[in-house]
T-cell receptor, first 117, second 112 residues
Framework: NAGVMQNPRHLVRRRGQEARLRCSPM?????VYWYRQLPEEGLKFMVY????????ESGMPKERFSAEFPKEGPSILRIQQVVRGDSAAYFC???????????????FGQGTRLTVV | AQSVTQLGSHVSVSEGALVLLRCNYS??????LFWYVQYPNQGLQLLLK??????LVKGINGFEAEFKKSETSFHLTKPSAHMSDAAEYFC??????????FGTGTRLKVLA
């Protein structure tokens, strides 16, 4: 059973370009979460998606960032017109639907390390 | 609101010595608590989790953590450090929802 798959593992973009980060959840998982880890910091929640729905995007920057999780295919985190401050590790996690009153463990991918030059 | 504080961004121990990584949380409702380990350029691997079943939680690689409500703590320990334990460790809290709140991490160095 493959874990959460993220690609690419490393991505280099010039300022102003677009970055597309992909995440395939574990088999049977319908919930995807994106986190960002800035250098020397912990992970910060960005967005929570179910298939074709954004449930919570309270951690997403208001501009340039978007996320989707289509009916078919991986979840995509898209960053338009990247700037140097977007350089970070972006982690995706997936889980089965949270049970009633209980947090379900999320399984993390190995991350995509974005470098903006 | 929930929060996590990890005391000590860097901890060094000798091989064979006790490992103690500190985590204090803040939560207005009973929390779920997690410890994750991250090796260089890798993702996060779950070490252990507390979900109110037992206050002493045993995890992988010989790690364990004790939930102390009175101290709002969930410190991670291992009796004897091994060189392979060198990594960054993150404490996280969640409160029955999907959103994890992570601490800023503690980088563990193991000295030969």
């Amino acid at each position: 059973n493959a874990g959460v798959m993220q690609n690419p593992r490393h991505l280099v973009r010039r300022r102003g370009q677009e970055a597309r980060l992909r995440c395939s959840p574990m088999k049977g998982h319908s919930h995807v979460y994106w986190y960002r880890q800035l250098p020397e910091e912990g992970l910060k929640f960005m967005v929570y998606l179910q298939k074709e729905n954004i449930i919570d995007e309270s951690g997403m920057p208001k501009e340039r960032f978007s996320a989707e999780f289509p009916k078919e295919g991986p979840s995509i985190l898209r960053i338009q017109q990247v700037v140097r401050g977007d350089s970070a590790a972006y982690f995706c996690a997936s889980s089965p639907p949270p049970g009633q009153g209980m947090n379900t463990e999320a399984f993390f991918g190995q991350g995509t390390r974005l470098t903006v030059v | 609101a929930q929060s996590v504080t990890q005391l000590g961004s860097h901890v060094s121990v000798s091989e064979g010595a006790l490992v103690l990584l500190r985590c204090n949380y803040s939560s207005s409702v009973p929390p779920y608590l997690f410890w994750y380990v991250q090796y260089p350029n890798q993702g996060l691997q779950l070490l252990l989790k507390y979900t109110s079943a037992a206050t002493l939680v045993k995890g992988i690689n010989g790690f364990e953590a004790e939930f102390k409500k009175s101290e709002t703590s969930f410190h991670l320990t291992k009796p004897s450090a091994h060189m392979s334990d060198a990594a960054e460790y993150f404490c996280a809290v969640a409160t029955g929802t999907y959103k994890y709140i992570f601490g800023t991490g503690t980088r563990l160095k193991v000295l030969a």
